[in-house]
């Protein structure tokens, strides 16, 4: 099991920008596709972006598509959402999760994945 931690979530402003982290602790993630979904007040939960093990390959949502980057640094246990051009419908708490697998199509659906943080929230205001 793998614990992760998420960090970086806080309170801007519509355009603005902000940074999540997750660190990952208890087992290396370098096999593992790591993925950031988000859930909204009154809302299910939303798959948001994915990266493989390597940090090769990654997709998003088509709401984030263009604006936010997902990226990993296995050396350091670490992946990271950069969020650009917020906008209010942004606001939700984001989570960090990894799918042990590592490989497959499935890592939009949030079953795919094991183990899962605590999330941080990320509040776009206009």
């Known amino acids: 099991q793998v614990q992760l931690v998420e960090s970086g979530g806080g309170l801007v402003q519509d355009g603005g920008s902000l940074r999540l982290s997750c660190r990952a602790s208890?087992?290396?993630?370098?096999?593992?596709?790591m993925g950031w979904f988000r859930r909204a007040p009154g809302k299910e939960r939303e798959w948001v972006a994915a990266?493989?093990?390597?940090?090769?390959?990654?997709d998003y949502s088509r709401a984030v598509d263009g604006r936010f980057t997902i990226s990993r640094d296995n050396t350091k246990s670490m992946v990271y959402l950069q969020m650009n051009s917020l906008k209010p419908e942004d606001t939700a708490t984001y989570y960090c999760?990894?799918?042990?697998?590592?490989?497959?199509?499935?890592?939009?659906?949030?079953?795919?994945?094991?183990?899962w943080g605590q999330g941080t929230q990320v509040t776009v205001f206009s």
């Open positions: 999760a990894a799918d042990r697998q590592g490989y497959g199509t499935d890592y939009k659906t949030p079953e795919q994945y094991d183990d």
């Open positions: 990266i493989n093990p390597s940090g090769g390959g990654s």
């Open positions: 208890g087992h290396s993630i370098t096999e593992y596709i």
